[in-house]
């Protein structure tokens, strides 16, 4: 009897062994969370308490998943740094899943991407990828959409405080059947950028005044930038003894050309339809669709507006301002050269600048920054084209979404599913959107900390609380295959840019191109759910008297420059 007592006793030592290590675990994940709670996020919309249940929930959600090691990608922002290099290591200690998030150029996340889709094989487990390809995501079914996760697989994984509904960007990840394909994760928008300062200054004031006949100020259409830049260039030529210019772009022959133009410019001057997020059925690369959602082409002769007036006078003011008003040097740079080129102080407005740049244009020292901290600078809303109405879409917003492909085994994608909803929790979203100033949810924007942070970042704040935000959105459902076709826009556009071709025959050159990948695409029947089914091309002269989009040309394309004050501005976003 007690020989069997004590190997009993003895049989028993390794589970109490076991219970004692799960809960020095437990203990160790708990612990993680209160030092993250306490240090990285004091602060949050959520109080302490709710933080710690919702990091809780995650390191009860991870225990099927714990030693586990995902690999997800992202392009190089700011705020996918704050992910890479904070959020995962918070990761892995609250649940024990490891996460390699590599940081790499946008093009090569699309190319990888692209890689997995066709041949299958999974290179990582979650990307990070601009919402600009819901069109493409939604026709090829190789991703898995988020609702479809969140009501089946994932169920069990989905954080029951995520409130979808406290998402900005939705809209802009949904597809035409109203799922949910991409998780927000950071948005930014394109808008116009000026020198305030400079704006204000009576003497600067008066001049502009006596040469033009109206106020300096935020420029609400297109002729009154181009005005604008003229005066700061060749008028006033100095600002305490330096070369000062009334424009900044770039013009080198590289992919990022293509984004200056599929970022929506064509829709800025005013080439698409009404309607938003993008315009229909003409979006804002000049694609038209019918029945909804499938291409019929983007040449003029098949009812698109890729090479149609307003597109061509577009780019005809990209050409004329580049040579005419920027540094002579932007002509030859790309546009990660061109980005910090306003804040070393030498530049009036950028009538295409990203507020993914207001963290750099925000450094103490810099010539665009007072002695306090305040901006010199301040961004508003974009000045329009002449063929813009109201109704129509007004910019670009960029919104970088965590995308799960159906090549990605079940567990890794389940696993790499609680990232991306960690990095967007709300424990953590208000003090990620701090460093990277890229908002996600309504609460964050609408909390005290983003009203204190306001003075500095120069409009970003304003923006956003605003009602004008949803006039500014993605590349949208339009385009079937954004990887095929974004590419063909640099190499068309360069052409312009360069002086080897006009504008008009640049574009004609790229609607061809873009229609016949369409083509192709209808041909192969890779897309069964709203692929192209192409128009038979007609006389150009039947689709420019059609209603909308496809526009004739104006008489007048340079009506009277009008500009706004910016605490008019202001208090019209109230």
Same mark, same amino acid.
């Given at each position: 009897?007690?020989?069997?007592? +004590?190997?009993? *006793?003895?049989?028993?030592? !390794?589970?109490?062994?076991?219970?004692?290590?799960?809960?020095?675990?437990?203990?160790?994940?708990?612990?993680?969370?209160?030092?993250?709670?306490?240090?990285?996020?004091?602060?949050?919309?959520?109080?302490?308490?709710?933080? =710690?249940?919702?990091?809780?929930?995650?390191?009860?959600?991870? +225990?099927?998943?714990?030693?586990?090691?995902?690999?997800?990608?992202?392009?190089?922002?700011?705020?996918?740094?704050?992910?890479?290099?904070?959020?995962?290591?918070?990761?892995?200690?609250?649940?024990?899943?490891?996460?390699?998030?590599?940081?790499?150029?946008?093009?090569?996340?699309?190319?990888?991407?692209?890689?997995?889709?066709?041949?299958?094989?999974?290179?990582?487990?979650?990307?990070?990828?601009?919402?600009?390809?819901?069109?493409?995501h939604f026709r090829y079914g190789k991703v898995v959409p988020i609702s479809d996760m969140m009501n089946g697989d994932g169920m069990e994984y989905t954080l029951p405080t995520l409130d979808l509904a406290d998402f900005i960007g939705l809209d802009f990840t949904t597809g035409p059947d109203g799922k949910l394909y991409q998780l927000p994760t950071q948005q930014f928008a394109n808008l116009y950028w000026f020198r305030a300062d400079w704006f204000a200054r009576p003497d600067?004031?008066?001049? #502009?005044?006596?040469?033009?006949?109206?106020?300096?100020? @935020?420029?609400?259409?297109?002729?009154?930038?181009?005005?604008?830049?003229?005066?700061?260039?060749?008028?006033?030529?100095?600002?305490?003894?330096?070369?000062?210019?009334?424009?900044?772009?770039?013009?080198?022959?590289?992919?990022?050309?293509?984004?200056?133009?599929?970022?929506?410019? #064509?829709?800025?001057?005013?080439?698409?339809?009404?309607?938003?997020?993008?315009?229909? !059925? @003409?979006?804002?690369?000049?694609?038209?669709?019918?029945?909804?959602?499938?291409?019929?082409?983007?040449?003029?002769?098949?009812?698109?507006?890729?090479?149609?007036?307003?597109?061509?006078?577009?780019?005809?003011?990209? @050409?004329?301002?580049?040579?005419?008003?920027?540094?002579?040097?932007?002509?030859?740079?790309?546009? $990660?050269?061109?980005?910090?080129?306003?804040?070393?102080?030498?530049? *009036?407005?950028?009538?295409?600048?990203?507020?993914?740049?207001?963290?750099?244009?925000?450094?103490?020292?810099?010539?665009? @920054?007072?002695?306090?901290?305040?901006?010199?600078?301040?961004?508003?809303? $974009? !000045?329009?084209?002449?063929?813009?109405?109201?109704?129509?879409?007004?910019?670009?917003?960029?919104?970088?979404?965590?995308? #799960?492909?159906?090549?990605?085994?079940?567990?890794?994608?389940?696993? *790499?599913?609680?990232?991306?909803?960690?990095?967007?929790?709300?424990?953590?979203?208000?003090?990620?959107? =701090?460093?990277?100033?890229? !908002?996600?949810?309504?609460?964050?924007?609408?909390?005290?900390?983003?009203?204190?942070?306001?003075?500095?970042?120069?409009?970003?704040?304003?923006? &956003?609380?605003?009602?004008?935000?949803?006039?500014?959105?993605?590349?949208?459902i339009n385009v079937p295959d954004y990887p095929k076709l974004a590419q063909l826009w640099w190499q068309y556009i360069s052409q312009a840019a360069s002086g080897e071709a006009t504008p008009q025959e640049a574009l004609n050159g790229l609607a061809a191109a873009q229609d016949k990948v369409m083509e192709r695409l209808e041909r192969a029947n890779v897309q069964p759910l709203c692929g192209p089914k192409m128009n038979t091309p007609r006389d150009e002269a039947y689709w420019?008297?059609?209603?909308?989009?496809?526009?004739?040309?104006?008489?007048?394309?340079?009506?009277?420059?009008?500009?706004?004050? &910016?605490?008019?501005?202001?208090?019209?976003?109230?």
């Open positions: 009897m007690h020989y069997n007592k +004590k190997k009993i *006793a003895l049989a028993a030592l !390794p589970f109490a062994v076991m219970m004692h290590s799960a809960t020095l675990w437990a203990d160790a994940y708990s612990d993680a969370a209160k030092k993250w709670v306490d240090t990285e996020f004091s602060v949050s919309t959520l109080n302490k308490q709710q933080q =710690l249940e919702e990091m809780q929930w995650f390191t009860d959600a991870a +225990k099927k998943f714990r030693g586990m090691e995902i690999n997800v990608a992202s392009e190089t922002l700011t705020t996918h740094q704050y992910e890479s290099q904070v959020l995962a290591k918070a990761f892995e200690e609250i649940t024990g899943i490891k996460v390699n998030h590599d940081l790499i150029q946008e093009g090569d996340v699309v190319e990888k991407l692209q890689t997995q889709m066709q041949s299958g094989r999974n290179i990582y487990d979650a990307y990070v990828n601009d919402s600009d390809l819901i069109g493409t600067l004031k008066e001049k #502009f005044k006596s040469i033009y006949g109206y106020e300096l100020g @935020v420029p609400v259409n297109w002729s009154a930038y181009e005005d604008i830049a003229e005066f700061f260039t060749d008028k006033v030529k100095t600002i305490d003894g330096e070369r000062i210019y009334g424009h900044m772009d770039y013009g080198k022959k590289d992919p990022s050309l293509g984004w200056r133009f599929t970022d929506a410019w #064509f829709s800025m001057a005013g080439a698409g339809d009404k309607g938003t997020p993008n315009g229909l !059925p @003409v979006d804002e690369w000049g694609i038209r669709i019918k029945d909804a959602c499938s291409p019929v082409g983007s040449s003029v002769s098949r009812g698109g507006a890729t090479n149609g007036p307003a597109a061509v006078y577009a780019t005809t003011k990209y @050409v004329d301002w580049l040579r005419k008003y920027a540094p002579p040097e932007a002509q030859g740079m790309t546009f $990660s050269e061109s980005g910090p080129v306003p804040a070393q102080g030498g530049i *009036a407005q950028q009538i295409f600048w990203y507020t993914a740049f207001t963290a750099d244009m925000t450094t103490k020292g810099l010539p665009v @920054v007072n002695e306090d901290g305040t901006p010199k600078w301040r961004m508003a809303p $974009s !000045p329009v084209g002449p063929y813009w109405e109201e109704g129509m879409k007004k910019g670009y917003q960029d919104v970088g979404a965590w995308t #799960f492909m159906n090549s990605t085994p079940d567990d890794r994608r389940l696993a *790499a599913w609680m990232y991306a909803q960690f990095t967007t929790s709300k424990t953590v979203s208000l003090k990620k959107t =701090l460093v990277g100033l890229t !908002p996600i949810r309504e609460s964050d924007i609408n909390s005290p900390e983003m009203a204190a942070a306001a003075p500095k970042l120069g409009g970003l704040v304003e923006f &956003y609380k605003g009602p004008a935000r949803k006039q500014w959105s993605p590349t949208g420019l008297a059609q209603p909308g989009s496809p526009k004739p040309k104006l008489a007048n394309e340079k009506p009277q420059g009008v500009t706004v004050s &910016y605490d008019a501005l202001l208090r019209s976003w109230e």
